[in-house]
């Protein structure tokens, strides 16, 4: 907002000057000085206290060298390379040069993405996800952008949003269900998933939700030139109108404003107007859930947002969204009807089940679904097949580092047998590929047993009760209305 600098006032379709004329040109204009912490607080106030406030002058926050030379320093080292195979390393060869270049290219508007490099990762139910790796200096352009848009939009998000966004994180949205189902009167759950979502995002809509707060057409410019920029398989180049990329820095920012205004703002308007018990919802990216207090709610919502995401060219996976009984009386209830448990729900890699804490108070359970812990093991014995002829020591440190790395993300309270099966499991695999190195020599399982209380590290709990946690995070604010 306010006044824009003569140089950011640069628009589309002027000759490129040559020489030193570009440096002399972009000295002056970076020589000024730029705070980039208080350029995104200034932002920041305005998106917070003028809602419906449009802006109009952000490339220069977006060229300025600081913030390229900031998201250059903040990309990972050691990343896949794009379609232009240039690494980390390689393009910080030349960094200032190169960055004075992109900063007077995205100034001018002739800056081009390159198309995505195509690229595929395992999913737990042994289907392949497509990623897109874009070209290192779209990374870069990309990052820097987030970062300007993130200062309006963090202002605008509902609580109840936790994909991908500073500050929340998967545990958050994970402490938000827990607490919601047990402090609030929830007897029934729907678990929802988009199918699809990334792949069908309508490019249309997309651009009407992002004019809403964004009025610098020379932004808007620059992320329908990500959108079209392509995907490159296996040396063809295909587009489309519809989805966006899944790998770059801008696609969960993408993601999450088009859920905002298609799904999040709308879910407010409905609890607030036809809900008739007690309602929560927690979204992470594509994936939500929500609880209700009475089915004839659940009912009513689920044949709602059905139609509603069907307006804007989304729809509930038909396989992954179901409405179960769930919460403090289901398990009195199932076991009156057919002697059964209540059914589970999976979200963000755990599997909620109705049980019970020491003192026989509900609480909801979370295990790492099996799913996960498979795939996870298939993905362990793949590397150990891979790494059969290293020595103990470099396998063990890197099964050290798995481990590890599972207890970091599953290590919540209750799910401390899943952990130790896990790490079991783990070392099992590691004894049969050590066996398979020699047929005369065979390990016997008590100095494997060492082995492994030597390299794997212990299982333990490492992360809060919901509720402790909860409460710190939002100050005693809500974070599922």
Not at 106 to 115: D, I
Not at 196 to 209: C, G, M, P, S
């Amino acid at each position: 907002m306010g006044e824009i600098p003569a140089a950011a006032e640069a628009v589309e379709g002027r000759r490129q000057a040559k020489g030193n004329a570009v440096a002399a040109r972009m000295s002056r204009r970076l020589g000024r000085e730029y705070d980039m912490g208080k350029a995104l607080d200034g932002i920041r106030q305005t998106a917070k206290g003028r809602p419906g406030a449009k802006f109009t002058t952000l490339m220069h926050h977006i060229y300025a060298a600081e913030r390229l030379r900031a998201a250059y320093f903040a990309l990972k080292r050691k990343a896949a390379a794009g379609v232009d195979g240039q690494t980390w390393q390689s393009y910080g060869e030349n960094l200032e040069a190169r960055l004075l270049d992109l900063s007077d290219r995205l100034a001018r508007g002739a800056y081009r993405p390159q198309p995505v490099r195509r690229v595929y990762i395992d999913k737990a139910d042994g289907s392949k996800r497509p990623l897109g790796v874009p070209a290192l200096e779209d990374k870069l352009v990309q990052l820097a952008t987030t970062e300007v848009l993130n200062a309006i939009y963090e202002q605008d998000f509902v609580g109840f949003s936790y994909g991908f966004r500073p500050g929340k994180s998967a545990h958050n949205a994970l402490d938000a269900v827990s607490v919601g189902v047990e402090k609030r009167k929830v007897n029934w759950i729907l678990d929802a998933d988009i199918s699809k979502f990334y792949d069908t995002i309508d490019h249309d809509w997309l651009i009407r939700f992002i004019e809403h707060r964004v009025a610098d057409t020379r932004v808007v410019r620059l992320i329908k030139k990500w959108l079209h920029a392509g995907v490159l398989e296996d040396g063809r180049l295909t587009q489309s109108e519809v989805g966006t990329v899944q790998g770059g820095s801008i696609s969960p920012l993408l993601s999450n404003i088009y859920l905002h205004y298609a799904f999040d703002l709308w879910v407010k308007q409905w609890r607030a107007r036809h809900a008739e018990g007690d309602m929560i919802v927690v979204r992470y990216a594509d994936d939500w859930v929500a609880g209700f207090q009475y089915l004839g709610d659940a009912g009513r919502f689920q044949r709602a947002v059905t139609e509603r995401l069907t307006h804007f060219g989304l729809k509930l996976h038909k396989d992954k969204t179901r409405l179960i009984e769930f919460g403090r009386f289901a398990r009195e209830n199932c076991r009156r009807r057919n002697g059964g448990k209540p059914p589970t729900f999976d979200f963000l890699g755990f599997t909620h089940c109705c049980g019970k804490t020491s003192k026989g108070k509900f609480a909801v359970l979370r295990l790492t679904n099996a799913k996960r812990m498979r795939a996870k093991l298939r993905a362990v014995k793949e590397q150990l097949r891979r790494r059969m002829h290293q020595t103990v020591a470099e396998q063990g440190k890197y099964l050290r580092a798995v481990v590890t790395g599972y207890v970091r993300y599953f290590g919540v309270p209750r799910n401390g047998e899943s952990l130790r099966r896990f790490r079991l499991c783990v070392g099992k695999l590691w004894h049969r590929a050590l066996r398979r190195r020699s047929q005369k020599n065979r390990l016997k399982w008590q100095r494997m047993t060492r082995l492994i209380a030597h390299w794997l590290p212990p299982t333990q709990i490492c992360h809060p009760y919901p509720h402790q946690r909860l409460i710190v995070t939002t100050q005693g604010r809500s974070r599922m209305r």
